[in-house]
């Protein structure tokens, strides 16, 4: 009896479990339709927008300009940095991630819907001219800027090199907006720059993380070396950011192999980590610093970020711009492309910098340093019968430690130096 009461009830189960079966996959069906359906009725939409367009605008217009425009549009619907490239357009952006270019010498973003400059380029017309990072490009000659994208903004200021170009720009601070007269010229990016600062410093500028430029910091770490190097001080002020490889590369020159350097996390919502990569000239144990401000973006906060997580070394300037997603090219017919964002990144410790930045261990603002006269005061050696110290016939050469080839204008800097060399005698008396 029992087990023909067991019996009844799987058969029950059974029916129940494929009566809902079947409207489960009716209800997906109806809802894959309706979906769908909603999916047809705006593309309908667009469709007939598109004809009207066609009959009626006050001007012949092609199908393929307003296709573009479409997707230039549903793109800039997603991100800043989410782009459509024409063919012209991605040759001049491959062009450009190549490190030379026709133009003035400057990265743009947009920012509160403006055309904002992030970083100029050192030594280029835009650099020179005095153009600063967080200007808003209000017009391009006589071209207002207001609904223009950065592609658009970008296809204007490119151009013959020789031919002159005015920049019409907002500088927060300033009551009236500025005028730059600039000439176009060939921009070829010197991506790393390196010098040896008095008391064993050595010091590398890189400017763009373009292609190999990890290579160029290998080379400049690697020449410094040969000198008697007691700290680094690593300048990523004003770099706008580049290749997440090459900022993989960069930091695997200063951080032992293994470490995770930058995780990112797509749409799925899985962690895929970065780590540090084996690298022939690395330095894991030298005093280090990390000079970066409001212009080093992407690219820069990645190396920044994993130096301040790892605590490798010392992170100097002001907060950082707050770009931590990641963009992959996507190749499309007759020679176009698309730039979508298709992750987020997060430092070592897990943090996202989106929209924050990355704030440094010790903040110093720009500016110069003045010097006043010594006020009066009295010393020891000044008092009548004092004690006489066996070194002090000699105090005008220990008084003297040298000059340090430093600008006084660039503040920054020169507290950076001073912060290395105190990390230096304290590496050395640990040892």
Same mark, same amino acid.
């Given at each position: 009896?029992?087990?023909?009461?067991?019996?009844?009830?799987?058969?029950?189960?059974?029916?129940?479990?494929?009566?809902?079966?079947?409207?489960?996959?009716?209800?997906?069906?109806?809802?894959?339709?309706?979906?769908?359906?909603?999916?047809?009725?705006?593309?309908?939409?667009?469709? #007939?927008?598109?004809?009207?367009?066609?009959?009626?605008?006050?001007?012949?217009?092609?199908?393929?300009?307003?296709?573009?425009?479409?997707?230039?549009?549903?793109?800039?619907?997603?991100?800043?940095?989410?782009?459509?490239?024409?063919? +012209? #357009?991605?040759?001049?952006?491959?062009?450009?991630?190549?490190?030379?270019?026709?133009?003035?010498?400057?990265?743009?973003?947009?920012?509160?819907?403006?055309?904002?400059?992030?970083?100029?380029?050192?030594?280029?017309?835009?650099?020179?001219?005095?153009?600063?990072?967080?200007?808003?490009?209000?017009?391009?000659?006589?071209?207002?800027?207001?609904?223009?994208?950065?592609?658009?903004?970008?296809?204007?200021?490119?151009?013959?090199?020789?031919?002159?170009?005015?920049?019409?720009?907002?500088?927060?601070?300033?009551?009236?907006?500025?005028?730059?007269?600039?000439?176009?010229?060939?921009?070829?990016?010197?991506?790393?720059?390196?010098?040896?600062?008095? /008391?064993?410093?050595?010091?590398?500028?890189?400017?763009?993380?373009?292609?190999?430029?990890?290579?160029?910091?290998?080379?400049?770490?690697?020449?410094?070396?040969?000198?008697?190097?007691? /700290?680094?001080?690593? +300048?990523?002020?004003?770099?706008?950011?580049?290749?997440?490889?090459?900022?993989?590369?960069?930091?695997?020159?200063?951080?032992?192999?293994?470490?995770?350097?930058?995780?990112?996390?797509?749409?799925?919502?899985? +962690?895929?980590?970065?780590?540090?990569?084996?690298? +022939?000239?690395?330095?894991?144990?030298?005093?280090?610093?990390?000079?970066?401000?409001?212009?080093?973006?992407?690219?820069?906060?990645?190396?920044? /970020?994993?130096?301040?997580?790892?605590?490798? /070394?010392?992170?100097?300037?002001?907060?950082?711009?707050?770009?931590?997603?990641?963009?992959?090219?996507?190749?499309?017919?007759?020679?176009?492309?698309?730039?979508?964002?298709?992750?987020?990144?997060?430092?070592?410790?897990?943090?996202?910098?989106?929209?924050?930045?990355?704030?440094?261990?010790?903040?110093?603002?720009?500016?110069?340093?003045?010097?006043?006269?010594?006020?009066?005061?009295?010393?020891?050696?000044?008092?009548?019968?004092?004690?006489?110290?066996?070194?002090?016939?000699n105090i005008e050469a220990s008084l003297d430690i040298g000059s340090v080839p430093v600008p006084d204008a660039d503040f920054q800097l020169k507290s950076a130096i001073q912060i290395v060399?105190?990390?230096?005698?304290?590496?050395?008396?640990?040892?």
């Amino acid at each position: 009896m029992k087990g023909r009461i067991f019996s009844t009830i799987l058969i029950a189960v059974a029916f129940a479990a494929l009566y809902f079966g079947v409207y489960r996959m009716q209800y997906t069906s109806f809802v894959h339709a309706a979906k769908q359906e909603d999916r047809f009725s705006e593309l309908e939409n667009f469709s #007939q927008i598109m004809s009207e367009i066609k009959k009626h605008y006050v001007e012949e217009i092609s199908d393929t300009t307003l296709i573009n425009g479409a997707i230039k549009g549903m793109l800039y619907e997603l991100d800043p940095h989410s782009a459509y490239f024409t063919a +012209d #357009q991605y040759k001049s952006f491959v062009t450009g991630m190549k490190g030379e270019f026709g133009g003035l010498g400057m990265t743009i973003g947009m920012r509160d819907n403006s055309v904002t400059v992030i970083a100029p380029i050192d030594d280029t017309p835009a650099y020179n001219a005095g153009i600063k990072a967080g200007d808003i490009i209000y017009k391009i000659d006589q071209t207002l800027t207001n609904g223009m994208n950065t592609d658009e903004a970008v296809k204007l200021m490119r151009g013959k090199p020789g031919t002159k170009i005015t920049l019409t720009v907002l500088r927060r601070g300033e009551n009236e907006p500025l005028v730059f007269n600039l000439v176009r010229d060939i921009i070829k990016v010197k991506t790393v720059k390196f010098q040896m600062f008095d /008391g064993g410093i050595g010091y590398i500028r890189l400017t763009n993380f373009n292609e190999n430029c990890s290579n160029e910091v290998e080379q400049a770490l690697k020449a410094l070396k040969k000198e008697s190097l007691n /700290g680094i001080i690593l +300048d990523l002020r004003s770099n706008p950011g580049g290749s997440l490889a090459e900022a993989i590369n960069v930091s695997s020159l200063f951080l032992p192999s293994g470490k995770v350097i930058v995780s990112t996390r797509g749409r799925d919502g899985k +962690d895929s980590n970065h780590n540090s990569r084996t690298m +022939d000239n690395r330095d894991t144990e030298i005093p280090l610093a990390v000079l970066v401000d409001e212009g080093s973006a992407s690219a820069s906060e990645i190396v920044a /970020g994993a130096i301040q997580d790892h605590k490798r /070394g010392v992170v100097i300037g002001l907060t950082t711009f707050g770009k931590a997603s990641v963009q992959t090219l996507l190749d499309l017919r007759g020679g176009a492309a698309m730039k979508l964002t298709t992750s987020r990144y997060y430092t070592p410790s897990g943090r996202s910098i989106q929209g924050v930045g990355i704030i440094p261990d010790v903040e110093v603002p720009r500016g110069t340093i003045v010097y006043s006269e010594a006020g009066f005061s009295v010393k020891e050696r000044d008092l009548a019968g004092h004690l006489k110290g066996e070194n002090e016939d000699n105090i005008e050469a220990s008084l003297d430690i040298g000059s340090v080839p430093v600008p006084d204008a660039d503040f920054q800097l020169k507290s950076a130096i001073q912060i290395v060399k105190g990390l230096s005698l304290y590496s050395k008396n640990e040892k």
